[in-house]
């Protein structure tokens, strides 16, 4: 009887918040995301602790080395350790992957976010424009545009930065379009804020965790179309470590030194796993009536 | 600003809402509707679903939906024309001097922003307020409108809150700068019968604190005859009957008002038979010509259905649209 009372008395003094949310480290496609790409973050960060050889100084009499104790995935035709290149490569891949999608990420959701709100001709352009763009594949026109720009990191930012924003416009153009008609951005309205006050400090927290998550799967894209430039021979200059131009370069050797081919092959996917269950986690968190 | 002693503070004449055909043909769902609502006055305005009751007051609150719009009249607040003047100046308005209480509390409040943050939004922008003072503010205002341990409640999302708990919040964001018009569309409607009477109470209450006048649009009866002195009744797009609530609705002197006071349960007679307004109102497009109410009205006689009877005073300070009026003189009990 008393520790009934007791036991009431204690739920009554629970939090308001007591309907609580599955915290995030008990999502575990989040957890798999983050431990993934934290751990090739951090090989790419630390990669000249990790290992003692250079990626780029050539050792011809070490040449196509077979995996031994001193280059555990041997070396290639130049003597350069494969797993040091690896870890040189994630450096490239990943900081152009992460930072090509910014560009598009503020421009895009900038651009549709606009639109969306205030629709009329500024609308009728902007949707135009990316119709237009969705009308290609994006590594088509991607390779395209860094074939006329000519190789290299500054054009593989322009490259990407020109033809991803589109799906951003179309995101947020899309979640705009429903958000401006919600009750609470009327209220506001009625409250007498400003439009800029209203889209910046009420419907951007609403609207832009669907471009953060769009922004992962964009991520894994991108590195795709870097790796698929360097394989071109239109990505990253060599003898840069980079996974595209390491697995161009593998691949005559696929038969008796299989590894220098694949193993950058598997980087990729694996990056692009550890990005997907992220980009997954993310959208559960940031969607609360999935958290549950 | 301050109007001199006895002006009405909202003044509606021959308000005239509607949809602009291309071609120059406009057709009208509110027609040449007037009420003045004077200081601290609370009035109740009475319609079915599509008698263009919410869209005066939208009109008021300058939220009419794309495609709709004043055709003619003016909406004079404190002798400044809202309809006419500078969005920018209208905007300032909004907030310190009208403020609008909605009827879904689920969907009014921004579910990413934490309610004493929305409810010190306000303030901040148009009282100038520091964030902590506009936070303190926010608490206060909390407590006034009943929410226990409003510290803690401030912090909290709406989705953590119940639906009566979110209605005092959306109280709260209203009267933070201190309007001195509440425009009010169905604010119970979406309430339990409990909390829809704590709710209107708490209305009245702050109206009482602070002088500010009401506009209450509802469907609810009972609501009105709650909250409100004055009442107008609207149907099809028109004024039909206005006056003080009290007489209204011991003496309607308009058939539709009779009819909607004898199709509402009463429960001081729960053995009186409930009787039904047959038929249904008139498609905005297609109304009859003559009285709007005379094909389902039971008072009818020809001349009715010739031209709209004009709003009339029929008794001292009150006002009905129909040419039969002195027809309906019995009190209903």
Not at chain 2, 289 to 317: I, K, M, N, W
Request: proline share 7%; glycine share 10%.
């Amino acid at each position: 009887m008393t520790t009934a009372v007791v036991r009431a008395s204690r739920a009554m003094r629970r939090p308001v918040r007591s309907r609580a949310l599955k915290p995030w480290y008990r999502n575990g496609t989040l957890v798999a995301g983050l431990v993934i790409v934290g751990l090739l973050v951090l090989v790419a960060l630390l990669a000249p602790l990790l290992t003692p050889y250079d990626p780029i100084a050539q050792d011809l009499e070490h040449a196509l080395a077979s995996p031994s104790g001193a280059h555990w995935l041997g070396t290639d035709k130049y003597g350069r350790d494969v797993l040091t290149r690896l870890m040189y490569g994630a450096r490239i891949d990943l900081r152009v992957g992460f930072l090509a999608v910014l560009i598009p990420f503020v421009v895009g959701s900038v651009l549709g976010a606009l639109a969306g709100y205030f629709g009329g001709w500024f609308d009728t352009v902007v949707m135009r424009v990316v119709d237009v763009f969705f009308a290609f594949p994006f590594y088509v026109l991607v390779i395209v545009l860094v074939f006329v720009l000519g190789a290299g990191e500054s054009s593989i930012y322009l490259a990407i930065a020109t033809v991803s924003w589109v799906s951003y416009a179309k995101i947020l153009r899309g979640e705009l379009l429903v958000a401006k008609k919600q009750d609470w951005v009327i209220a506001a309205r009625l409250g007498g804020m400003s439009h800029g006050r209203i889209l910046l400090r009420h419907i951007a927290p609403n609207v832009l965790s669907q471009a953060l998550i769009y922004a992962m799967s964009d991520i894994v894209m991108d590195i795709m179309a870097i790796v698929t430039l360097g394989y071109l021979g239109l990505g990253i200059a060599p003898p840069t470590a980079e996974w595209g131009s390491m697995i161009l370069d593998g691949q005559e050797f696929i038969t008796t030194q299989w590894q220098q081919a694949t193993i950058p092959g598997l980087a990729v996917v694996v990056t692009s796993l550890g990005l997907s269950f992220l980009g997954d986690g993310l959208s559960d968190l940031l969607t609360p009536e999935r958290r549950r | 600003m301050i109007p001199e002693s006895g002006a009405p503070l909202l003044r509606v004449q021959d308000l005239t809402i509607g949809i602009r055909r291309p071609g120059g043909r406009s057709v009208a769902i509110v027609e040449d509707v007037s009420f003045d609502v004077d200081p601290g006055q609370r009035l109740g305005i009475v319609g079915e679903s599509g008698s263009g009751k919410s869209l005066t007051l939208r009109a008021v609150a300058g939220l009419l939906p794309r495609g709709v719009e004043v055709l003619s009249g003016r909406v004079e607040f404190a002798g400044r024309d809202l309809l006419t003047m500078p969005a920018k100046d209208r905007r300032a308005l909004m907030g310190p001097q009208i403020a609008m209480i909605f009827q879904e509390p689920m969907t009014a409040l921004n579910p990413v922003m934490r309610v004493g943050d929305q409810i010190a939004e306000g303030p901040r922008r148009h009282l100038g307020m520091s964030a902590k003072e506009a936070g303190e503010l926010a608490v206060s205002m909390m407590a006034r409108t009943g929410i226990p341990d409003p510290a803690r409640r401030a912090k909290a999302y709406p989705h953590e809150l119940s639906g009566g708990l979110r209605q005092r919040i959306m109280i709260a964001m209203a009267v933070s700068c201190g309007p001195r018009l509440l425009l009010c569309d169905e604010p119970t409607t979406a309430l339990d019968v409990t909390v829809q009477l704590q709710v209107l109470k708490l209305l009245e209450k702050l109206c009482d604190d602070t002088g500010a006048s009401l506009v209450f649009v509802t469907h609810d009866l009972a609501v009105v005859n709650q909250t409100c002195s004055e009442l107008a009744v609207m149907y099809a797009g028109h004024i039909v009957e206005a006056g003080r609530v009290k007489d209204t609705f011991r003496q309607p002197r308009h058939p539709y008002t009779r009819g909607l006071l004898e199709s509402a349960p009463d429960f001081d007679r729960p053995e009186r038979e409930l009787i039904p307004i047959p038929g249904f109102p008139p498609n905005v497009a297609d109304r009859p010509s003559g009285c709007p109410f005379a094909p389902r009205c039971g008072y009818v006689r020809d001349h009715c259905t010739e031209a709209v009877p004009p709003l009339e005073e029929v008794l001292p300070g009150r006002l009905a649209a129909c040419y039969e009026s002195d027809r309906l003189v019995e009190v209903l009990a």
